[in-house]
């Protein structure tokens, strides 16, 4: 499973409100291939469900995550941070070995 943060799920539903999303609208989170740790981090808001995705919903928000992605993310927690060093989206994934500086990437 994935889950969001009390955080996570203030922000998310703000930007979607913001950004005038349809009903329906849900996180995408996945794994690419980069980054200065070997994998990179993905997230979108989406509102089209694909074959083979993964879906969880955590506190009122929904996430999917393709097949693949998900061996990388099981127990992951998705949060917010907000600060003097930036802020934005952040991934609490107890699978990653190794991180970058910036959070953004990983290895296992």
Known sequence: MI?????????????????????GTFIRVGVDGGGCSGLSYKLEF????????????DKGIKIAVDKKSFLY???????????????GFVFNNPNAARTCGCGESFGV
């Open 3 to 23: 889950t969001v943060s009390e955080n996570a799920k203030q922000h998310a539903l703000e930007l979607i409100k913001q950004e005038n999303r349809p009903v």
């Open 46 to 57: 989406d509102n089209e469900i694909k074959e083979g995705d993964q879906i969880f919903e």
């Open 73 to 87: 993310l099981v127990g992951t927690e998705l949060d917010f941070i907000g600060g003097l060093n930036g802020k």
